[in-house]
């Protein structure tokens, strides 16, 4: 059963389990699954994030973004009429990841254009804070909700710490 979820709030504390990759020897053991605070935490530190779409004839594209971690939900902002934007206008679902390989953190999710005035205040705040940066636009500021995450470290055990949440 997948975690009931909160309109204001996103996904609860998401459920772990092993991700299937046959092939990789991941462990099958409850011992060595990562809690959703190392997820978190690295979702809340990234500076930079590579966000994956699908343009409408099925071809990939991915490229990074700036983003900020907030309320169980990363929040990023692209040109109106970017190919990211414009791929998420087409198809919403996306892949998104923080920089590091080394303890890759992999969320999938639906992307939708935020328009709540409150939480796009918070993000300029928390935007200005991570980067220095001040946001002032209305537009094409994309909240993803995630669906599943995935997690690896691979300096502690890729076999033993690879984890996937589900919401």
């Not at 779409?53 to 900020?68: I, K, L, Q, S």
């Not at 198809?91 to 709540?116: F, K, M, Q």
């Not at 994309?142 to 691979?154: A, D, K, S």
Request: proline residues 7%; hydrophobic residues 35%.
């Amino acid at each position: 059963m997948e975690s009931e979820k909160d309109s204001r709030t996103g996904p609860r504390e998401p459920r772990a389990t092993r991700p299937y990759m046959p092939g990789y020897g991941i462990s099958t053991a409850r011992e060595g699954i990562l809690p959703w605070s190392w997820a978190r935490e690295r979702l809340e530190r990234a500076r930079n994030y590579f966000v994956a779409t699908a343009r409408p004839d099925g071809r990939p594209h991915c490229m990074p973004v700036w983003a900020v971690w907030i309320d169980e939900r990363l929040i990023f902002s692209t040109g109106t009429s970017s190919r990211k934007a414009r791929n998420l206008a087409s198809n919403p679902e996306c892949v998104i990841t923080t920089e590091s390989a080394v303890e890759a953190v992999i969320l999938e999710g639906r992307a939708h254009e935020e328009r709540d005035p409150e939480l796009l205040d918070r993000w300029r705040q928390a935007y200005r804070a991570k980067y220095d940066w001040d946001m002032d636009y209305t537009e094409g500021i994309f909240t993803v909700i995630p669906q599943r995450v995935f997690g690896f470290n691979e300096t502690a055990n890729f076999e033993g710490t690879a984890t996937r949440w589900l919401f």
